[in-house]
């Protein structure tokens, strides 16, 4: 089968070669998995960041509508409070007579 020693080297070399080829298509599919798995996590990191921007803006829009219910009912006590104490001026000074 082998007449000579370069026969056997081209053995070697053949199945060197085959293992090298196995095991670097090993390492490139973990490679690619786990490209895949970072790929994956950053999808749910950027959607869970979207949704925390969403929740902000909405939480932002509520106080800026609440801080305008707040001055129009703060003019409304105002205004109720200025009622109030004119009907008391108004009473006070017609129980003086």
Do not use: P
């Not at 939480?59 to 509508?65: E, S």
């Amino acid at each position: 089968m082998f007449s000579t020693s370069s026969d056997i080297l081209n053995l070697v070399l053949a199945v060197c070669l085959a293992l090298l080829t196995f095991f670097l298509c090993w390492a490139i599919y973990y490679f690619v998995a786990s490209v895949q798995k970072i790929h994956k996590l950053i999808k749910r990191v950027e959607n869970g960041v979207i949704k925390a921007e969403g929740i902000i803006d909405l939480a932002k829009d509520k106080l800026k509508n609440s801080a305008t219910y707040f001055m129009i009912l703060g003019e409304i006590a105002k205004k109720a409070m200025e009622f109030v104490q004119a009907k008391r001026d108004k009473k006070a000074s017609s129980k003086k007579k």
